[in-house]
């Protein structure tokens, strides 16, 4: 590292370290250091600014420091609030949250969808800032890269009170981040959360509701997105092994399944479905043609996406997925399979099913594998809802974009 | 005859604005009476709305007196002709004053609304002892707090770009 890296580097530390550093200093008004700003304590920090700022009295309770302590005292009833993240580890937090650095998108559209403030949100990763459709809030916010290739110097002159960092996937360069934003400026709050796995994703909303002070809209959401899982987790219950819908999922690469390890085949079997290939060792193997001929799936699905760039919420082409899945049709010896004669190939788009949307996706699955049984699941207007009702963008999807086909 | 573009602007501008900024003031003061006798005790009341958490920083005219406030002791604070109260939940907030043997002014106000984050002017009230107009030596002022002359509401912005922008227009036909 040259001079100039080295001077840099120690300008970014002073300018990040103390912008963060009263993140930790406890609750404004909190004079006894009791941890608990009482009705009085506010009161009388409210009087103490007002006197300050309007009338010639000496107090040195800044605009900030009043309007954090106001939220503290109308969100977590004047005591701080313990956040356990997804990694297991506790953070005190003593003032609200007001400028955000997410390293995930998953993340990013969980806090939109409990209604958190996006101007407070100061920078994104690249993938959430090349959603203009969905994200379109975020095409002004700066870019801080993704997990593999950061941005810290970006992170570091943004002076976040908190960044968000995935859990339990990249879990050594999350880690790294985590431990280059701690060390260089221990203000900055760093939180682990997946928002894209349906073991953990009704307690991570409600544990990110309660760090940004929306208890009753995290409440209103995991109810919502619960009422979709349980009635396909009910729905699936009940099926004999003998009975179950045997799947070929493939991914975005012909003739690349998923095996146990993949989110995709969790969701698979969420709704019912049979994997043939989930015993593989690789999340994503590579399978023989003929195996899976000799399998004679019941049901095909056919992953769009990033690495198959068609459909999505960036255009409304039905083409585009109707081409994909005419070519799966006509791959040799494909006639012939369960899946094809009964007219059960289907595509679908990993953004309803591969992050925090994937409940949506796996409504689809269910209805796909078994129409009688999920005749009253209605997955589109779940789409509708969540992105009307929670994710407040103005989308329809009767003439936006392409999630499924047929 | 046609208005230049960017006086349409302008009046455009304000039409949106003014009456959004005279709206969204949260605090609403009424007086039991603006004509108060010499030395009477009259009452002021301040309406709250949609504000949960916040402050309110009233300004008395030159003699008039604060005196009381059905508010707790710790959430009022007087400091000259300034009365200060801490907003907490509170629809109504009701306090009184004494008037002068003589003398008329305004009573102004500030609010702002903590949770919210957002701040404002309390429209001014008249008041003058015996219905006399005399104006006092010096009236309280109406303080702006530091903060918020340094970044000014969007409302002030805008009109002084407005202003401005009238300004140069007239400047022009000359």
Not at chain 1, 176 to 188: V, Y
Not at chain 1, 271 to 286: I, L, M
Not at chain 2, 78 to 90: C, E, I, L
Not at chain 2, 144 to 155: D, I, K, L, R
Request: proline share 5%; aromatic share 8%.
């Amino acid at each position: 590292m040259n001079q100039r890296c080295l001077l840099a580097l120690a300008l970014l530390l002073i300018v990040a370290v103390p912008a963060s550093a009263s993140a930790m200093d406890g609750t404004p008004g909190d004079v006894d250091g009791d941890r608990v700003l009482t009705s009085a304590e506010y009161a009388s920090a409210a009087l103490t600014y007002l006197d300050a700022a309007y009338m010639g009295g000496a107090g040195d309770l800044t605009r900030t420091d009043i309007r954090d302590a106001a939220w503290v005292s109308a969100h977590w009833d004047g005591r701080p609030c313990e956040i356990t993240d997804s990694s297991g580890r506790t953070t005190t937090l003593y003032r609200p949250l007001r400028r955000v650095v997410t390293f995930s998108g998953e993340s990013l559209e969980t806090l939109r969808s409990l209604g958190f403030d996006m101007e407070k949100v100061v920078a994104v990763d690249k993938y959430s800032h090349g959603k203009k459709t969905f994200f379109p809030e975020c095409q002004g916010k700066a870019n801080v890269g993704s997990i593999w290739s950061p941005d810290m110097e970006q992170v570091l002159i943004l002076r976040p009170d908190a960044v968000f960092l995935y859990a339990t996937i990249s879990t050594a360069t999350c880690d790294d981040i985590q431990k280059r934003l701690e060390a260089s400026s221990p203000g900055i709050r760093v939180f682990r959360f997946d928002c894209f796995k349906p073991a953990t994703y009704p307690g991570e909303i409600r544990t990110i509701a309660s760090a940004v002070g929306q208890k009753e809209r995290g409440e209103e959401f995991a109810a919502f997105y619960e009422s979709t899982m349980n009635r396909i987790r009910d729905g699936a219950a009940g099926i004999p092994d003998d009975e179950r819908v045997r799947v070929y999922f493939e991914y975005w690469f012909d003739y690349t399944t998923v095996a146990a390890g993949a989110g995709y085949n969790e969701k698979t079997r969420l709704a019912g479905g049979v994997n043939p290939f989930a015993t593989g060792t690789a999340e994503y193997p590579v399978v023989d043609p003929e195996a899976i001929i000799v399998t004679d799936p019941e049901v095909v699905v056919k992953l769009a996406g990033q690495g198959l760039a068609v459909g999505g919420y960036a255009g409304h082409d039905i083409a585009a997925l109707d081409a994909t899945r005419a070519g799966m049709l006509g791959r040799p010896g494909w006639s012939g399979i369960s899946a094809v004669k009964d007219d059960r190939v289907y595509v679908i788009h990993s953004d309803i099913l591969g992050g925090a949307q994937h409940f949506i996706g796996t409504a689809y699955l269910a209805k796909w594998f078994y129409p009688d049984r999920f005749a009253d699941l209605d997955p589109h207007a779940v789409h509708q809802r969540y992105l009307s009702e929670f994710q407040g963008i103005d989308f329809d999807l009767a003439s936006e974009g392409t999630f499924v086909y047929p | 005859m046609s208005l230049p573009a960017n006086r349409l602007l302008c009046i455009a501008l304000l039409l949106m604005v003014v009456p959004a900024a005279a709206c969204a003031s949260p605090v609403t003061r009424s007086l039991s009476t603006a004509e108060p006798a010499a030395g009477e005790v009259f009452t002021v009341s301040l309406s709250i709305e949609g504000m949960t958490l916040g402050g309110v920083v009233e300004t008395l005219p030159a003699g008039y007196a604060f005196v009381a406030t059905d508010l707790a002791d710790d959430r009022a604070l007087a400091r000259g002709q300034q009365v200060a109260f801490a907003v907490m939940n509170d629809s109504r907030i009701t306090y009184q004053v004494r008037a002068p043997a003589s003398g008329s002014g305004d009573i102004t106000g500030r609010w702002e609304d903590f949770l919210g984050e957002s701040d404002g002017q309390v429209a001014a009230s008249h008041v003058a002892a015996d219905g006399i107009e005399a104006p006092v030596e010096s009236g309280g002022g109406d303080p702006v707090p530091p903060a918020a002359q340094e970044t000014g509401s969007p409302f002030a912005v805008l009109a002084a770009v407005a202003a401005l922008l009238l300004a140069s227009g007239r400047g022009g036909r000359r």
